[in-house]
């Protein structure tokens, strides 16, 4: 069945668009509408949604460079997206690390570490919330009768613990589906060369140093970038956990642009602030896939 | 016997064919869609049930109510209207009216409020968040305040008359102490301080006591925040928020009810919602839940925020307009009202002083345990005001500055940067002078 369609492509380069025209029209109404209307938009004096606006130029684009709740949300949000991708990939290569061992129960976990990823983000952050409340939270509970603390302290209610709290909730919804990733690259590594490499007297960080990470670096490399676009973007646990809050602390990128379009109600400057986003995460991406995978390669 | 057979015959087609006739030959069924941000499932079933009997009584109008969250209602509703798929009646708040009626959908209600205005006695607090440019712009059909709410059992062991709570500023920040002091409880009351609608509500209902209401000036492009009430009454917030439970910065509605609940605090300036959570979650007698009015300082004034809720009309279709009409005056008879307010007992408040006296209302199981507090909180509702919405002219800037909370920003710059009150409020009123530029 395969083979004949592939030869009526072949005959018929038609027939070939024909078939891929559906996902491409949905691509177009989906992404490139979107991101025209927004690159539109920023450069009018929309305020509200539904206002047609006045042609600005580059008004609200400067307004961003000036404003430093902008300033302030750019520098949160590398910070945000830098510590998740370490300890995402981190956690998700120990975690397939261990999955990837014998041990009796492993097939149990490699299928219960997943459940954080199906869990949907708004149980998720509600059940965090809960669990990290100071006064009625079970884990100020559990560190107040161990003595680890005399105090509670208010995880997401204060600026100096609710982004690194948030980082650490938002690891722990991310890491299963990068763990699995890992694990499946893991897997396809020929045991011979572990064999050859023990019997060759190689220790076990040597055969991790010279087998696995080299076997596994392009998937690394993927999982990194894929893994640093997503924190970047990742908005629903941050708005449920924090709201950005307290203050600005943990206002990055998409909250400022959710905030200022539909809170303050400056549609056009929150549109330049996402075009402005896009096109940093488009050159970081075009900067990495050619500097990183050429040295994969 | 032949003609008798074409005779029926002709008749059973004839029956057949007014069968299938399109509707336009019968009675036109008028379809609305109504959409509302009355989320949890109890208030959905309350008025299903309410437009269930509507639809009963006039079979030719079909009411479909679609749920959403506030946090979706404004992108929702603007998409919708977009895409010319906007519901027929649309409930909301005051500000949000402000917001939706710039992208022209919102319809004048002058002749409904009018009829119903002949008919009841409509609380003004609830209409005039909602006139301006000469019209009405919505239909009021319950409101929300703030009480102060007590446990009479906390305050009988700090040796306090549990019948008394505290009427002053002075008197709750005394009896803070002395039931902290007694052991009674480890804090004194509930602050939430997140950037959020309950953050603005808690820091509004103060400053409306220390007659601080206003945000504008007799000038639409005037902002009068940065005043010597705003500045005392953000000093007293500070001294309640140094007796709230840690955390507060990310707190909403919910927290400061399950601390009063759980006796971690000995007050709780709530909705009246709360008596829902009381209920579910106290399970003690209810005999110990008290309440008072929304204390206010010496020189102030009997205050609360008040929320007037009510339903905007988006369709121009004068068939629609004219079943809208009759949906809203059936929400409106007493008897009905009362039914539909008790959708959430203790939260949706009456509107007109009829549906205050309806047997509907008052014979709810719930409403009739709490009715003692309920009486409070509709006697309160008379001196609810709402930022922005203060002056006789509503002020259509306050659309720009509601969505940033400000009210809670404010205290928030106290709490996490250190601001005094003075520079606080300073940064406050030049963050809304920045919104309505």
Request: net charge neutral; with cysteine; charged share 20%.
């Amino acid at each position: 069945m395969i083979d004949k369609v592939k030869t009526k492509i072949q005959q018929d380069p038609l027939f070939g668009y024909l078939l891929i025209a559906p996902i491409f029209i949905w691509i177009a109404v989906t992404l490139f509408y979107p991101l025209l209307r927004a690159i539109y938009d920023s450069f009018m004096n929309i305020e509200f949604m539904g206002e047609e606006g006045n042609f600005v130029g580059f008004h609200n684009y400067v307004r961003l460079i000036h404003d430093s709740e902008f300033r302030g949300s750019f520098i949160r949000t590398l910070i945000w997206t830098g510590v998740n991708v370490f300890f995402q990939v981190f956690v998700a290569f120990f975690a397939s690390v261990i999955l990837d061992l014998e041990f009796k129960g492993k097939r149990f976990m490699r299928i219960w570490i997943l459940l954080p990823w199906i869990i949907p983000v708004i149980v998720l952050a509600t059940i965090w919330r809960w669990m990290l409340d100071p006064s009625l939270g079970i884990v100020n509970y559990v560190l107040r009768v161990t003595a680890t603390i005399s105090s509670p302290i208010p995880f997401l209610g204060s600026t100096d613990y609710a982004m690194i709290t948030a980082i650490l909730v938002n690891t722990w919804r991310w890491f299963p589906f990068y763990a699995v990733m890992i694990l499946a690259a893991l897997q396809i590594i020929p045991t011979e060369l572990y064999e050859a490499a023990k019997i060759d007297g190689a220790s076990f960080f040597q055969q991790f140093q010279h087998i696995t990470l080299p076997s596994i670096m392009p998937v690394l490399v993927t999982v990194i970038l894929i893994c640093s676009l997503w924190a970047a973007n990742v908005f629903d646990m941050l708005w449920l956990l924090t709201m950005g809050g307290p203050g600005t602390s943990t206002q990055t990128f998409p909250i400022y642009i959710y905030q200022k379009g539909f809170q303050e109600y400056k549609l056009s400057q929150a549109a330049a602030a996402a075009v402005f986003m896009f096109l940093f995460l488009l050159i970081y991406g075009t900067i990495y896939l050619r500097n990183v995978t050429m040295e994969t390669e | 016997m032949k003609r008798l057979k074409l005779l029926v015959t002709l008749a059973s087609l004839g029956a057949l064919c007014l069968a299938m006739a399109p509707v336009s030959l019968r009675a036109e069924t008028v379809s609305l869609t109504l959409w509302h941000q009355e989320q949890p499932p109890r208030r959905v079933k309350r008025y299903q049930e309410v437009f269930d009997s509507f639809m009963k009584e006039y079979p030719n109008i079909k009411v479909t109510q679609h749920v959403q969250t506030w946090g979706e209602a404004y992108t929702k509703t603007m998409a919708a209207i977009r895409a010319r798929k906007a519901p027929d009646l649309l409930f909301g708040i005051p500000e949000f009216t402000v917001n939706i009626k710039r992208s022209r959908a919102v319809q004048p209600v002058d002749e409904i409020v009018e009829l119903l205005k002949g008919k009841y006695n409509i609380y003004n607090a609830t209409l005039q968040p909602y006139h301006y440019e000469g019209h009405f712009w919505s239909v009021p059909l319950y409101g929300m305040n703030h009480l102060l709410y007590y446990r009479k059992s906390v305050f009988e062991a700090g040796g306090m008359d549990p019948e008394a709570p505290p009427k002053t500023w002075t008197e709750l920040l005394s009896a803070i102490d002395r039931l902290r002091g007694a052991g009674v409880v480890q804090y004194g009351i509930g602050v939430p301080v997140s950037k959020s609608l309950a953050g603005d509500q808690f820091m509004y209902s103060l400053l409306v006591t220390n007659k601080a209401e206003h945000l504008f000036g007799e000038r639409k492009d005037e902002i009068i925040f940065d005043n010597p009430r705003t500045v005392d009454t953000y000093k007293f917030w500070k001294k309640l928020y140094d007796t709230a439970p840690p955390g507060g910065l990310s707190w909403q509605w919910v927290e400061p009810q399950l601390a009063l609940v759980n006796r971690q605090t000995a007050f709780g300036i709530i909705l009246g919602g709360f008596l829902g959570h009381w209920e579910e979650q106290a399970k003690e007698k209810v005999e110990d839940l008290g309440a008072g009015f929304v204390p206010r300082p010496e020189d102030g004034q009997p205050g609360t925020i008040y929320y007037s809720n009510g339903v905007m009309l988006l369709t121009k279709d004068k068939k629609k307009r004219e079943a809208a009409k009759t949906l809203i005056e059936y929400l409106y008879r007493p008897e009905v009202m009362g039914y539909f307010l008790n959708a959430q007992p203790g939260l949706f408040l009456p509107v007109t002083e009829e549906a205050a006296k309806a047997n509907s209302f008052w014979e709810d199981p719930m409403v009739k345990k709490y009715a003692h507090i309920i009486k409070r909180e509709i006697e309160q509702s008379k001196y609810g005001k709402l930022y922005g919405f203060t002056r006789d002219e509503v002020n259509p800037n306050i659309g720009r500055i509601a969505g940033q909370y400000l009210l809670a920003q404010v205290g928030q710059k106290m709490v996490i940067d250190g601001l005094s009150a003075e520079d606080a409020v300073k940064w406050g009123a030049e963050k809304m002078r920045e919104a309505i530029k």
